[in-house]
């Protein structure tokens, strides 16, 4: 109880700080470096709610949310912009971007479902390979180098008059997505995705269509994407084919197994650590500011070496090695669990 209680209180306060941090920090760190926290964790967390709670790792996530971002700058876009430039209200692109991904995702997923393990982890590498390739190759849908995104919903205004509205917009969308999350697996819907997890076999016995329940949960997990490249393709302003390659799908694998694999915060964890290490620990690395992904994977193998189930999992180990001399029980620990799934 008082690991949990622990848990609540240090969410609820980076909640709140996250909430008021354009009156604590400089302008750069906020629409910078926390939204993109912010939105690589919703990327991030789309992945991370597959693995938790489906044992299915998914590299098409980036994929997906590329197609929305391709999706709303196409529609959205004006005759200033590379693409169709179909000039519609930006909150069509926004419901065609959501609509599309996730038409998509469902697809993918209905292919894959039958598949588990390494072979589930490359069929959807493969989609993702599709995808970027697809959009390097079709012009007329992301032009030559990228398709500008430079009309956003009205409540948004202009980011230069009004830097922060982004900000505000994409932290409500991460709060809603965990939100999201954690009532989803609460329901029976979730709960069954779980079975599927844990005894495909047995679930089937019993009635359970399981690639159903994986196709469903393979497009949830692309809807969630989708926000996320929504909200990047605005904030970057532009969304190009450079931006879905495999460097940042990887980035995505890497931000999930850094926060944790087993735990949604951990999104969000991961997500900052990464945004950290690539905006401010470069400065330091002068003319080797190009081997940033180096400083990266030995940064994300120190922290799988130590902890299987990332920085959530250290972070569950010392409050849970605390509430242990404090005489309070120790319980099963998010390490075994990740130990045991390897």
Same mark, same amino acid.
């Given at each position: 109880?008082? #690991? ?8 609820? !306060?980076?909640?709140? $700080? ?13 629409? &910078? ?9 919703? @990327?991030? @967390? ?22 929305? !971002? ?31 991904? &996730? ?25 993702? $390979?599709? $995808? ?16 500008? $995104? ?19 917009? &994409? ?41 159903? #329940? ?91 070496? @130590? @902890? ?35």
């Amino acid at each position: 109880m008082r #690991h949990v209680s622990l848990d609540r209180i240090i969410g609820v !306060g980076a909640i709140v $700080v996250c909430a008021i941090s354009p009156l604590l920090f400089g302008n750069y760190f906020v629409t &910078t470096t926390l939204t993109t926290t912010l939105y690589l964790g919703i @990327a991030a @967390a789309s992945l991370i709610f597959l693995s938790a709670y489906g044992g299915m790792v998914s590299l098409t996530q980036v994929a997906l949310a590329g197609i929305a !971002g391709f999706t709303y700058g196409n529609l959205v876009g004006t005759g200033g912009s590379k693409g169709m430039n179909l000039g519609l209200s930006p909150w069509l692109g926004i419901l065609f971007g959501l609509l599309i991904a &996730t038409g998509i995702g469902l697809l993918f997923g209905l292919i894959a479902s039958r598949s588990v393990g390494i072979y589930f982890l490359m069929i959807t590498l493969v989609f993702s $390979v599709i $995808v970027y390739y697809f959009f390097g190759q079709v012009t007329q849908l992301s032009g030559f180098g990228g398709v500008q $995104v430079n009309r956003l919903p009205g409540v948004m205004g202009d980011p230069a008059v009004h830097p922060y509205r982004l900000f505000y917009v &994409t932290f409500g969308c991460a709060l809603c997505v965990y939100a999201l999350i954690r009532f989803i697996v609460r329901t029976p819907f979730g709960l069954a995705f779980q079975g599927v997890r844990d005894e495909p076999v047995r679930m089937a016995s019993l009635g359970y269509a399981v690639p159903i #329940h994986r196709t469903l949960a393979f497009g949830l997990a692309a809807f969630i994407a989708a926000i996320s490249g929504l909200l990047s393709a605005w904030s970057d302003g532009i969304v190009a084919p450079s931006s879905i390659d495999l460097n940042h799908t990887i980035d995505v694998l890497v931000i999930a197994v850094l926060g944790g694999l087993l735990r949604i915060e951990g999104a969000w964890v991961g997500a900052f650590v990464f945004v950290v290490i690539n905006n401010y620990i470069q400065d330091y690395l002068g003319s080797y500011g190009d081997r940033i992904r180096t400083v990266v994977g030995l940064i994300f193998l120190v922290i799988v070496l @130590a @902890a299987p189930a990332g920085l959530m999992g250290l972070w569950e180990r010392a409050t849970r090695g605390l509430a242990g001399r404090r005489g309070g029980p120790a319980g099963p620990s998010l390490e075994s669990a990740a130990e045991q799934g390897a």
